[in-house]
């Protein structure tokens, strides 16, 4: 679907409205997931009209390995054309519309927890190699992502006005000196705040750090913990991490294809898969608690809209399944 898209984009782009934005072959991901979701938000694409809750695109059910398809049902309501003409008119109108179309849901981009052997049951020599192939483009993938925030001078607490860098081959480098040190600081404090969120039963603060898929879950957790009419004071620690947060795959697509300027930042729509390592601990303040650290081994997905000043949401949680 998304390919035929794309390259029905252009056509339809080049034959009927000159005047719009061609989206390239690396965009059709982008351009399949934003009309998806102005499909499933029909007034985004309707200024006169007020936008109606509706609730968002059940994105979980439909990823497959970090991949979001579009649905067969949305298949049959739209064709190629018809949604292809919405999303022209949504990025002709946008300046006019009352909803902010690049605010949309978004889907996971193609992003990788690399491992070998594979894991399945009876896994065959088909499978390990399938397992190899997939871990050497999340290489090639990591590289081509870091050039492009390096472009566009996009990392933070880094100059990287040139993208002719060995650094572009750091992703999943630890150390200081790496391009990607000062990210993984944010990654982490913004994970210290989440998990802190919870404990505290700090629905502000979980809402500004989490969306989606981990925003459900997070918000379940937290309710679990503070029920309503029982209010409870835990305390969450960080004791210490047997290995630095480590960025395992990275990627990076164009995602603001309007035709209005970008006010601040870029364009460029940013997945960040991190591995956390830690041992912690959760108490209830002022109870003793006889319950051991636990060393726990999570793999965060952390989304950014780089033309927003937001800040690093953690958007879904990937488990190690092949």
């Known amino acids: 679907m998304t390919a035929r898209v794309t390259q029905y984009s252009a056509h339809v782009l080049r034959a009927r409205q000159p005047m719009l934005p061609v989206p390239p072959a690396h965009r059709g991901a982008m351009l399949s997931s ?3 979701s102005l499909s499933s938000n029909p007034s985004a694409s309707l200024p006169c009209l007020k936008r109606t809750p509706s609730p968002a695109p059940a994105f979980p059910q439909v990823i ?3 991949v979001a398809t579009i649905p067969k049902d949305l298949k049959t309501q739209e064709n190629d054309e018809e949604a292809l003409s919405r999303f022209h008119r949504a ?7 009352f909803v902010d179309m690049w605010s949309l849901p978004l889907e996971t981009l193609d992003v990788h927890i690399p491992s070998f052997p594979a894991r399945v049951e009876n896994a065959t020599l088909r499978d390990h190699i399938a397992l190899l192939r997939d871990n050497i483009l999340n290489i090639l993938k990591n590289i081509s992502s870091m050039r492009k925030l390096a472009q566009e001078n996009a990392f933070p607490g880094r100059d990287t006005s040139s993208a002719r860098s060995f650094q572009i081959f750091q992703a999943t480098s630890t150390k200081n000196s790496a391009w990607v040190a000062p990210l993984r600081a944010i990654l982490l ?3 210290k705040r989440v998990n802190n969120a919870i404990a505290e039963g700090d629905f502000k603060a979980l809402k500004l750090l989490t969306t989606q898929d981990y925003a459900n879950s997070a918000s ?7 029920p309503v009419g029982r209010p409870a004071a835990y305390r969450w620690r960080l004791i210490s991490q047997p290995s630095p947060v480590r960025i395992v795959s990275i990627r990076a697509v164009e995602g603001h294809l309007g035709l209005q300027p970008i006010l601040s930042g870029n364009a460029l729509y940013v997945n960040v898969l991190a591995r956390f ?14 319950v ?3 060393r726990i081994v999570e793999h965060l997905l952390f989304e950014k809209r780089m033309w927003y000043d937001t800040p690093w949401v953690i958007k879904e949680q990937f488990h190690v399944d092949r």
Do not use: C, M
């Open 277 to 290: 390592e830690t041992i912690q601990s959760l108490a209830r303040r002022g109870v003793p608690s006889s």
């Open 292 to 294: 051991e650290p636990k």
């Open 91 to 97: 990025v002709r109108d946008e300046s006019e519309s």
């Open 64 to 66: 497959k390995r970090g």
């Open 220 to 226: 379940r957790r937290l309710r679990n913990l503070h």
């Open 189 to 191: 404090e913004n994970y």
């Open 34 to 36: 934003l009309i998806w």
